[in-house]
């Protein structure tokens, strides 16, 4: 099975190549609000009660976690005493684009409020480095697999939202194959490749696809065998995001069953150290393929 024949018969119309969204806009605005306020000795308390919100609010402003009303912003460029008129209309016209909607907008009722943030951080990532433990990764699996994984969290639910979710996973893949795909460099347990989601013949398609996935240039795929014992990330999946603008720092996802995380910048150090463990501990990516294939030839 090729990933052409699985990406392919997706229309294109509703996510154009690397779509822009506002995942970025607040996370380079966040940024420069954060070294303007800490330039004038301002505390994030100071901050928020000149503009009657509560620290908590614009700390995550500062983290690019929420949208930010333009009044807001005009008048912490005030407050931070900013009189570059060029730069005032340059984080103003962020403040707008922060709010814009991305194109998964269209799901707005299936997609949570916790999820959003990082479907934007995805969408405009240059390198995305993943350890699933339980899953194949979201971006690498076939529509047959993504419904017997996304039937097993939302069973019950109607036919038609299980439909809309798995072409929502399906549009996200869009990424991988157009003109500026992401690194995506992805370790998986063992198990997950071992667990029979959906029966044999899911599997059976889900290993192909994973085989003809390793052959393209930006998508990197190591198995981390049971033979590796113990190691750094047994306790769930970790997701490293990594930007485009280069003044951004890295960005960690911990996803739970029914929320997610972004921890705090001092632990994102930690976190990319497990990755980089992860790596050296799993079995190289030139083994990878012959490994799928024995899983293949045992179904």
Same mark, same amino acid.
């Given at each position: 099975?090729?990933?052409?024949? *699985?990406?392919?018969? =997706?229309?294109?119309?509703?996510?154009?190549?690397?779509?822009?969204?506002?995942?970025?806009?607040?996370?380079?605005?966040?940024? +420069?609000?954060?070294?303007? +306020?800490?330039?004038?000795?301002?505390?994030?308390?100071?901050?928020?009660?000149?503009?009657?919100?509560?620290?908590?609010? *614009?700390?995550?402003?500062? +983290?690019?976690? !929420?949208?930010?009303?333009?009044?807001?912003?005009?008048?912490?460029?005030? %407050?931070?005493?900013?009189?570059?008129?060029?730069?005032?209309?340059?984080?103003?016209?962020?403040?707008?684009? !922060?709010?814009?909607?991305?194109?998964?907008?269209?799901?707005?009722? *299936?997609?949570?409020?916790?999820?959003?943030?990082?479907?934007?951080?995805?969408?405009?990532?240059?390198?995305?480095?993943?350890?699933?433990?339980?899953?194949?990764?979201?971006?690498?699996?076939?529509?047959?697999?993504?419904?017997?994984? %996304?039937?097993?969290?939302?069973?019950?639910?109607?036919?038609?939202?299980?439909?809309?979710?798995?072409?929502?996973?399906?549009? +996200?893949?869009? %990424?991988?194959?157009?003109?500026?795909?992401?690194?995506?460099?992805?370790?998986?347990?063992?198990?997950?490749?071992?667990?029979?989601?959906?029966?044999?013949?899911?599997?059976?398609?889900?290993?192909?696809?994973?085989?003809?996935?390793?052959?393209?240039?930006?998508?990197?795929?190591?198995?981390?065998?049971?033979?590796?014992?113990?190691?750094?990330?047994?306790?769930?999946?970790?997701?490293?995001?990594?930007?485009?603008?280069?003044?951004?720092?890295?960005? %960690?996802?911990?996803?739970?069953?029914?929320?997610? !995380?972004?921890?705090?910048?001092?632990?994102?150090?930690?976190?990319?150290?497990?990755?980089?463990?992860?790596?050296?501990?799993?079995?190289?990516?030139?083994?990878?393929?012959?490994?799928?294939?024995?899983?293949?030839?045992? =179904?």
């Amino acid at each position: 099975m090729r990933i052409s024949e *699985i990406s392919g018969n =997706l229309p294109d119309r509703r996510v154009p190549d690397r779509p822009p969204g506002p995942a970025v806009p607040r996370l380079v605005l966040g940024e +420069r609000l954060r070294r303007l +306020r800490e330039a004038q000795y301002i505390s994030r308390e100071e901050a928020g009660e000149a503009i009657k919100v509560s620290d908590v609010t *614009i700390a995550q402003l500062e +983290r690019g976690r !929420s949208a930010v009303r333009e009044r807001d912003v005009t008048d912490l460029l005030s %407050i931070y005493g900013l009189s570059d008129a060029d730069e005032q209309a340059t984080l103003r016209a962020l403040a707008v684009q !922060s709010n814009a909607p991305g194109w998964w907008h269209a799901y707005h009722d *299936i997609v949570p409020d916790w999820f959003h943030t990082y479907l934007g951080l995805e969408q405009a990532a240059d390198v995305i480095r993943s350890y699933e433990v339980q899953f194949v990764p979201g971006l690498l699996q076939t529509p047959e697999y993504a419904r017997a994984v %996304i039937e097993l969290g939302h069973a019950g639910a109607p036919a038609a939202q299980l439909r809309r979710r798995t072409e929502l996973r399906m549009l +996200r893949q869009r %990424i991988l194959h157009g003109r500026r795909p992401p690194h995506l460099w992805a370790v998986i347990d063992e198990a997950a490749l071992r667990r029979g989601v959906g029966g044999p013949e899911t599997m059976r398609g889900q290993l192909e696809h994973l085989i003809a996935a390793c052959e393209l240039p930006h998508v990197t795929v190591h198995v981390m065998p049971f033979s590796a014992g113990g190691h750094a990330a047994a306790g769930g999946p970790v997701t490293l995001l990594r930007l485009p603008e280069r003044e951004l720092p890295d960005v %960690i996802y911990l996803e739970q069953l029914i929320g997610a !995380s972004y921890p705090e910048q001092e632990d994102v150090e930690y976190y990319r150290h497990v990755i980089d463990r992860l790596v050296t501990d799993a079995a190289p990516a030139r083994e990878t393929r012959g490994i799928l294939l024995g899983m293949l030839d045992a =179904l």
